[in-house]
């Protein structure tokens, strides 16, 4: 069973610092990030009005997020409207006990999975194997991690720290645990691991009756879900069982079809840099032969829209191009942010959506160097620094940081004090440690102080004005 990040012992800083020293994982995120980086830049670099369409997704995000109850509301009725049942979970507990109960109804065991983040944030797979249900992803990434026993580390490329003959070797001695072995004599070749999943994976759909899926976008017009893919696999996930049931969460709502038309060409540039993904697949309610359930996950989302600064996190659409940008994300991995939604993004999201009473959540918004590649990468135009830095200010700090804040605000804060306080730091120079003491040394355990200099930019304006 792949395991589901609900929170991870530790902190990022110690995360990521054990991280860095596995430099097969930082060759394999290097190499993997690089790669995607370089063709998004060529893909949008295709489209003359990109900046135009940024804009647009903004607005068009903004403004749903605005009215996200009259849309929601909409949605319902237009799912229902199609023969749909539609269920609302405030949380991951009530989310799972739906999908629970909804997959027992059917009297199945089984269930197959389209990639989806959502039922990955609420931990379903966890949850279903408490009620006896195995939940088998398709994603041919997810499948790795699910056979490997591992955690996820990227939204697109959940086993971007796997390469091929790790991912051979997971095969040949997992895939039989979980139905058809791997063929014998199996190669790193990717055309042969992509062969050994999908005739393991197509055993799998053929047998299934019951699949559960996300959504990248519902349109509220219509009650349509959207998903985007690149297999195939989620397709046949969505055509072929009796029932379908899809997590969505509640941000991921879009007005009209017109809207639609913006985010399906800055979704796939972003992510895969492709001009448009291989599977597009829009369904609308109950159709013959088939039940529909949507499950619409609030899971801290309106608390998120509550946050001035921090509501545009909603506007995300999961494309992960703020990760393969990212430096601190390239060298410390998916891993160290503990959570389902990793890189920059997650340094937001996850203490959004999560709070931050735990160490870990707390130190997620100093991931990072506040660079602003993301924000530059981001399609909908996300400024995570600025929600960074805010967040960095509501993080409970601990008791000594605190009073050397307090401290250095009060200097700061008056001239005089700030004049008076470089001529006895200039005074006392050799004196001052390269380390700080005490509680104050997690700031100079990865760092030098830097030297303090001769003279003050002060005294030297005064002494170059009057020469
Ligand atoms: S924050 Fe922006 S760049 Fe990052 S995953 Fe979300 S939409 Fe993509």
Known sequence: ???????????????????????????????????IRDKRLKAVAELPDWEELRAAGKAIKDHTLRHLDRYLVQLEEAVTRAGGHVHWARD???????????????????????????????????????????????????????????????????????NRSEIREIFNTKMAEWGRPAPANLTDEPAALAEAARLHLRERFLKSKVAISGGNFMVAETGTLVVLESEGNGRMCLTLPRT?????????????????????????RSSTAERMNPYTSTWTGSVEGQDFHLVLLDNGRTQVLADEVGRQALRCIRCSACLNVCPVYERA??????????????????????????????????????????????????????????????????????????????????????????????????LVPKRLPGPLSAWT?????????????RDWWERNERA
């Not at 992803?137 to 959940?158: C, K, W, Y």
């Open 244 to 268: 379908l049931i899809s997590v969505v969460g509640i941000e991921k709502l879009l007005p009209t079809w017109r809207d639609l038309e913006v985010f399906l060409q800055l979704l796939p």
């Open 1 to 35: 069973m792949s395991a589901t990040f609900l929170g991870m012992p530790g902190n990022f800083p110690k995360n990521a610092a054990q991280a860095v020293q596995d430099s097969q994982l930082r060759y394999n995120l290097r190499k993997a990030t690089h790669t």
């Open 92 to 162: 991951a507990a009530e989310a799972n006990r739906i999908v629970s109960d909804l997959v027992k109804a059917t009297g199945e065991t089984e269930v197959v999975k389209v990639k989806s983040m959502a039922t990955q944030e609420i931990g379903l797979n966890e949850a279903l194997a408490a009620q006896g249900i195995t939940a088998y992803e398709t994603d041919l990434a997810e499948l790795i991690v699910q056979l490997g026993d591992d955690f996820p580390s990227h939204f697109l490329v959940p086993a971007i720290h796997r």
């Open 445 to 457: 355990d990865t760092r030098d102080l830097p030297d303090i200099p001769e003279e003050s930019f």
């Open 333 to 430: 991995g998916g891993h160290a942010y503990g959570s389902v939604y990793p890189g920059p993004i997650g340094a937001i999201l996850t203490p959004l959506l999560r709070g931050m009473s735990s160490e870990l959540d707390a130190s997620l918004p100093y991931a990072s160097s506040l660079c602003g590649a993301c924000f530059e990468a981001c399609p909908v135009a996300i400024d995570i620094p600025e929600v960074l830095v805010d967040l960095r200010a509501k993080a409970p700090h601990k008791p000594a940081e605190r009073a050397g804040m307090r401290v250095a605000g009060w200097v700061l804060n008056d001239s005089v004090r700030l004049e008076k306080a470089q001529r006895l730091a200039i005074r006392f120079r050799k």
